[in-house]
C-alpha cells in the first residue's frame, strides 16, 4: 500500500513558503519536454499530473506515467492507465455503512488468513455524513423536524450503534450524526479543503485536495475546485486502505460560458440546460471541465449546482478551476485565513488559477450563452428530458398517455395496498392541520380525454377535516424542497422562499392534497431563513422543516395525505411529484406516484401552490387572492435584486462557524447511543441491519484461475435505462417480497420493516431486494412488474421471484446471466446493484452500453460486463431470454491479457445457436486484476496480506 512518493524522476519536490509557514509541494513545471505543455493542460489534468508527481514510487506509478499525462494528447482515444490516489474519502449512511460492514468483515478475514487486522484501517482520511436515513413521515406542522428525528432513531438504532463503533474503532474515519445536513453541502461547507495539507515523512506537504465518494453527486464538490467524483462502496473501501484508483487518462470536454442568467431564470434552469446538452453531445467516462468568462460571473453555488448535476448527463466530473470566488465562498463558510492564503498560493504557483481570457487544450468544446437559459423543469422519469416552463402543460398532456393507458404496461398488481405496504396506517401522522385546513381554490384537475388513453376519471375526495375536492391526472401530490442539488445554493432557497412570501401576503394557499416538505441541506439555510424572516412564510405554506437530509430525492419522501393516497390508488391516477432535486426515475419518489418532476424550489412553490401539472404557469391564474383577482405567477415572482439584498442582508460566516464548530459530536440523541467497544465488531446473530457479510467465506491466499462459463440461463432480460434503482432500490419493503418475508420470519414487524437502504448492512435482505424495483419489467416474464422471472429449473418455467429462482439455480449449480439494452446501470453509485446481482448467482451481464460506475463495480464484485456487438441488441440477435448460454474466452485473462471479445454462444430450445462476439468491458490491467480475484476486496485483502 502506498501513499507517498518513494523517487522524484523529475526533480519536482520544492517548498512554497505562505506567510512565514513552509509546504513541501510537487512543481508541475518540472516536467518538460519536446512533447510536453503543462500549461496548456485542463486545470482537472494538472491536478492528476501533480497526484503522480506526488505518489511516483517507480511500480504503480513510473516516470513514463507523468510523461504521458503530461504530454496528453487532446484528440486521442483513452488507452493509457494511470493510477490516481484520492486525497480522501466521503460517504453517506447507505452506502457508507455496507463499506464499514466489510471493513470489520476484512479484519476477521485477514485474522483467519494469518495476518495483521489492524492492517485493515483507512490509510487515507475517511468521512461520513449520515443524511439518507431521515423520512419525511411528519410534515406540514412545526412538530416535524423533531418527530421525524425521533422516528429516525427509532428505526436506525442499530445501524448508527454500528457506526459509532466504526467511528472508534478505525483510525482517521470520522461520521457526522444525523440532523446535520445532507453529505455533498457539509463536504463543500466543511470538509472540502480546495487545498489538503498531511504530514509525510516528516513535512508537511500540500497539494490539491481530491476525493472519491460513494454517492454519485460526490461531483457537486468540483464546484469549489475539487476534482472527485463517486465510485461503488468496494471503490471506496479500496481507496480507505491506501489502493489507487485505476483509470484510464481520459478525454476532457471544454464548456465554455459567457453570459449572465436573464431574469426570471433560476441556476436550476441552467443546469437542466447544461444537463440536455451534455447527455445530448455525449459525455460519458469523460471529464467536462469549465472555462471562458462566464465562470468568473457564475456564483460558487452555482457552479456546485452544475457539479452536482454530472451524474445525469454522465461525466465522470464536471469541474470548475479556482479563482477568487472559490476563495471568496471558502471565506464565507467559515475556512480559515491561513487556508484562504494557501489556497490561493498554491493555485497560483502551481498554474490552477482560472484565467477567464486563458483556452486551455480541450478534446471537444461545447458553448452556453447563459443569458439564454429560460425556466425549465425536467420530466416525468429522465433528469436530462429538460421541458421549457411554458411547454410544461403540453408536454404533461402528451406524456400522460403512458401511464393511464390500459393497454401499456401500467402499474396493475404491483401496486395493490401500496401505501398501506410502505408505510403502515398507524405510521401516518393523524394532523396536518397547517396544510389540511385550508380550502381548495381553483379546480385544474378535470382532463380532457387523454390521446391513446383513458378518459379522465376524476375522484371526490374528502379529508378527515372535512375539506373536499377533486382529484384526477397531473394532480402535484408532492411539492418537496429538496436534496442537495439545490439546497446549498442561496439564490434559489431564497428565491423561493420570497415567492412563497409574496404568496401568502396575496392569500394564497397550497393546493390541500398537495404534500409539502422542505429538507434543507444544512442547519445554515435554517439560519439564513430565520434572520431573513422568511421561515413563517414558509411555513403557512406547508412548507415547514422535516429533516436536513435527503428525503423525497432519495425516496424518502413519506406517505401522502392518507385520502390522496386512497383515492390513487382507488382509480389509478396518474399524479405528480415535483421536487428540487436531481433524480426523478420511475419508482423512486414514492410508490403511489407515477410521473416525476424535476424544478427550482421557486417553482416547487408555484406547484403547490397550482397543484396540478396541467396548468401553464404563465397564463393561468395560481388563485385568487383575498378580494376574488386572479394571481398569476408572474405576481410573486421575486426579482433577482430582491433575492440578491436578501442575501447579502441574511448570509453571514458566523453561520458556519456556529453551525460547523462540533460537528462531528453529534446532539444528545447521538452521544447517549450505548457503542460497543473493541477491534473487531461483535456481531449480532439475530440482527436483521447489520449482518458479517459473506464475501470472504472459503478465501483462499491464491486466487483461482477463472473460467469459462457453460450451462447459464438468463436471469432477466432488460431494456433501455435500467438504473441502479431498478437494479437495487433504496425505498420501501413490501410485506409480500422475499425481503418482507425474511425480516417476518426474523420477528421484524412490519411498521418497523424501515428501507431497502436503511438495511444495506444485511446481506441476507439486500439479496432478496435485488431486482425488486416495484416499475421493473423483465421481458422474461411478460404481463408482470417488480421482481419476477421464470424459473427454468422447474417444468413449464413458471413465474416466480427473482430471489426463489436464484435460488434454485444456484442450488443446481447454474450460472446466470442479466441480458439489457443502453444505458445499463445509470444513476447512483449503488454498490448494492453489484452486490446483489454476484450473490445471485448471475457471472456475466450482457447489455447495448453502461453507465461508468456499476460497470465498474460489476467487475469489482467478480461479474463480466460484456457489450453487443455495434449496433446489435439482444431483440436484434432474435434472443428472448429462454436460451442457454456459453462464454469462451475469458481464460484469456490468466495469461495477462484482456481479451477484446469474447465468443457468447446462446442455445434454444429447439437446438437453434446464435453465435456473437460479445465486446468485454474490462478496461484496465488493475480492473482485469480484480476480476481474476474474484473481485476488488478480495484483490486489496490478499495485497495487504503480502506486506
Known amino acids: 500500500m502506498r501513499l507517498m512518493a518513494s523517487q522524484d524522476s523529475f526533480g519536482a519536490k520544492s517548498t512554497l513558503d505562505v506567510d512565514g509557514k513552509s509546504y513541501e509541494i510537487f512543481r508541475l513545471d518540472a516536467v518538460t519536454g519536446d512533447d510536453v505543455n503543462v500549461e496548456t493542460l485542463p486545470f482537472s489534468l494538472k491536478v492528476l499530473l501533480e497526484n503522480l508527481l506526488r505518489t511516483e514510487d517507480g511500480a504503480n506509478i513510473t516516470a513514463d506515467d507523468i510523461r504521458a499525462l503530461a504530454g496528453w494528447d487532446a484528440d486521442a482515444e483513452p488507452d493509457k492507465e494511470i493510477q490516481f490516489t484520492p486525497a480522501r474519502v466521503i460517504m453517506q449512511d447507505f452506502t457508507g455503512v455496507p463499506c464499514v460492514v466489510d471493513l470489520a468483515t476484512m479484519r476477521e478475514a485477514m485474522a483467519d488468513l494469518g495476518g495483521d487486522p489492524s492492517k485493515i484501517n483507512p490509510l487515507a482520511p475517511a468521512e461520513m455524513v449520515i443524511d439518507h436515513s431521515v423520512i419525511a413521515d411528519v410534515f406540514g406542522t412545526p412538530e416535524a423536524f423533531e418527530r421525524n428525528v425521533e422516528i429516525e432513531y427509532e428505526r436506525n438504532r442499530e445501524r448508527y450503534q454500528f457506526l459509532r463503533w466504526g467511528q472508534g474503532a478505525f483510525d482517521d474515519f470520522k461520521v457526522v450524526p444525523p440532523g446535520t445536513g445532507i453529505v455533498h453541502q457539509v463536504n463543500i461547507e466543511h470538509l472540502a479543503r480546495t487545498v489538503f495539507t498531511r504530514e509525510v515523512d516528516g513535512e508537511l506537504q500540500a497539494y490539491p485536495d481530491t476525493c472519491v465518494g460513494t454517492d454519485s453527486h460526490t461531483t457537486m464538490v468540483n464546484g469549489i475546485g475539487v476534482v472527485g467524483w463517486g465510485v461503488g462502496g468496494i471503490e471506496a473501501e479500496a481507496a480507505m486502505l491506501g489502493q489507487p484508483v485505476s483509470m484510464l487518462i481520459p478525454r476532457v470536454v471544454g464548456f465554455k460560458l459567457s453570459g449572465d442568467l436573464p431574469e426570471g431564470a433560476t441556476a436550476t434552469d441552467l443546469v437542466l440546460t447544461i444537463t440536455e446538452m451534455l447527455r445530448e453531445h455525449g459525455v460519458v467516462g469523460k471529464f467536462v471541465e469549465f472555462y471562458g468568462p462566464g465562470v468568473s460571473a457564475l456564483p460558487l453555488a452555482n457552479r456546485a449546482t452544475i457539479g452536482n448535476m454530472s451524474p445525469e448527463f454522465g461525466s465522470t466530473i464536471a469541474v470548475f478551476p479556482i479563482d477568487e470566488e472559490t476563495v471568496k465562498y471558502l471565506r464565507l463558510t467559515g475556512r480559515s485565513e491561513e487556508q484562504l492564503a494557501l489556497v490561493e498560493a498554491y493555485a497560483k504557483e502551481q498554474g490552477l488559477w482560472h484565467d477567464p481570457s486563458a483556452e486551455p487544450r480541450f478534446s471537444e468544446t461545447l458553448e452556453l450563452d447563459v443569458s439564454t437559459v429560460v ?60 396544510v389540511h385546513g385550508q380550502t381548495a381554490g381553483r379546480d385544474y384537475l378535470n382532463l380532457a380525454p387523454v390521446d391513446g388513453g383513458r ?482 476486496m478480495q484483490y486489496v485483502l490478499r495485497q495487504l496480506l503480502k506486506g
Open 375 to 434: 425556466p425549465s423543469i425536467a420530466g416525468p422519469k429522465r433528469p436530462q428530458d429538460r421541458i421549457q416552463v411554458t411547454d410544461a402543460k403540453q408536454s404533461f398532456r402528451g406524456a400522460l398517455s403512458a401511464f393511464v393507458d390500459d393497454d401499456a404496461e401500467t402499474i396493475t398488481g404491483a401496486y395493490d395496498e401500496a401505501l398501506e405496504e410502505t408505510f403502515p396506517a398507524s405510521d401516518v401522522p393523524a394532523a396536518h392541520e397547517d
Open 455 to 936: 378518459p379522465s376519471d376524476p375522484v371526490e375526495v374528502t379529508l378527515a377535516d372535512g375539506t373536499q375536492f377533486t382529484l384526477d391526472h397531473g394532480a402535484v401530490t408532492i411539492a418537496a424542497i429538496t436534496s442537495c442539488t439545490n439546497t446549498s445554493n442561496p439564490s434559489v432557497m431564497i428565491g423561493a422562499a420570497l415567492l412563497a412570501k409574496k404568496a401568502v401576503e396575496k392569500g394564497l394557499t397550497a393546493k390541500p392534497w398537495v404534500k409539502t416538505t422542505l429538507a434543507p441541506g444544512s442547519k445554515v439555510v435554517s439560519d439564513y431563513y430565520e434572520k431573513s424572516g422568511l421561515t413563517p412564510y414558509l411555513d403557512k405554506l406547508g412548507f415547514n422543516l422535516v429533516g436536513y437530509g435527503c428525503t423525497t430525492c432519495i425516496g424518502n419522501s413519506g406517505p401522502l395525505i392518507p385520502e390522496v393516497s386512497a383515492a390513487v390508488n382507488e382509480k389509478d391516477l396518474a399524479v405528480t411529484s415535483v421536487l428540487s432535486g436531481n433524480r426523478n426515475f420511475e419508482g423512486r419518489i414514492n410508490p403511489d406516484v407515477k410521473m416525476n418532476y424535476l424544478a427550482s424550489p421557486p417553482l416547487v412553490v408555484a406547484y403547490a401552490l397550482a397543484g396540478s401539472m396541467d396548468v401553464d404557469l404563465f397564463d393561468d391564474p395560481l388563485g385568487q387572492d383575498t378580494e376574488g383577482n386572479d394571481v398569476y405567477l408572474k405576481d410573486i415572482w421575486p426579482s433577482p435584486s430582491e433575492v440578491e439584498e436578501t442575501i447579502a442582508a441574511s448570509i453571514t460566516s458566523e453561520m458556519f462557524d456556529e453551525s460547523y464548530a462540533d460537528v462531528f459530536a453529534g446532539d444528545e440523541r447521538w452521544r447517549s447511543l450505548p457503542t460497543p467497544e473493541g477491534n473487531t465488531f461483535a456481531w449480532d446473530e439475530d440482527s436483521t441491519y447489520v449482518r458479517k457479510a459473506p464475501y470472504f467465506e472459503g478465501m483462499a491466499q491464491e486466487p483461482e484461475p477463472v473460467t469459462d462459463i457453460e450451462g447459464a440461463r438468463v436471469l432477466l432480460k432488460l431494456g433501455d435505462s435500467v438504473t441502479t434503482d431498478h437494479i437495487s432500490p433504496a425505498g420501501a419493503i413490501k410485506k409480500d417480497s422475499p425481503a418482507g418475508k425474511y425480516l417476518a420470519d426474523n420477528g421484524v414487524q412490519h411498521r418497523d420493516f424501515n428501507s431497502y437502504g436503511s438495511r444495506r448492512g444485511n446481506h441476507e435482505v439486500m439479496i432478496r431486494g435485488t431486482f425488486a424495483n416495484i416499475r421493473l419489467r423483465n421481458q422474461l416474464a411478460p404481463g408482470t412488474e417488480g421482481g419476477f422471472t421464470r424459473d427454468f429449473t422447474v417444468d413449464d418455467a413458471p413465474v416466480t421471484s427473482v430471489y426463489d429462482a436464484s435460488v434454485n439455480y444456484q442450488e443446481a449449480g447454474i450460472p446466470l446471466v442479466v441480458l439489457a439494452g443502453k444505458e445499463y446501470g445509470s444513476g447512483s453509485s449503488r454498490d448494492w446493484a453489484a452486490k446483489g446481482t454476484s450473490l445471485l448467482g448471475v457471472k456475466a451481464v450482457i447489455a447495448e452500453s453502461y453507465e461508468r460506475i456499476h460497470r465498474s463495480n460489476l467487475i469489482g464484485m467478480g461479474v463480466i460486463p460484456l457489450q453487443f456487438p455495434e449496433g446489435e441488441s439482444a431483440d436484434s440477435l432474435g434472443l428472448t431470454g429462454e436460451e442457454t448460454f456459453a462464454f469462451s474466452g475469458i481464460t484469456e485473462l490468466n495469461e495477462g491479457r484482456i481479451p477484446k471479445t469474447v465468443k457468447v454462444t446462446a442455445t434454444k430450445a429447439d437446438g437453434q445457436v446464435v453465435t456473437f462476439d460479445g465486446k468485454v468491458r474490462i478496461d484496465t490491467p488493475g480492473e482485469a486484476s480484480y476480476y481474476r480475484n474474484g473481485g476488488i
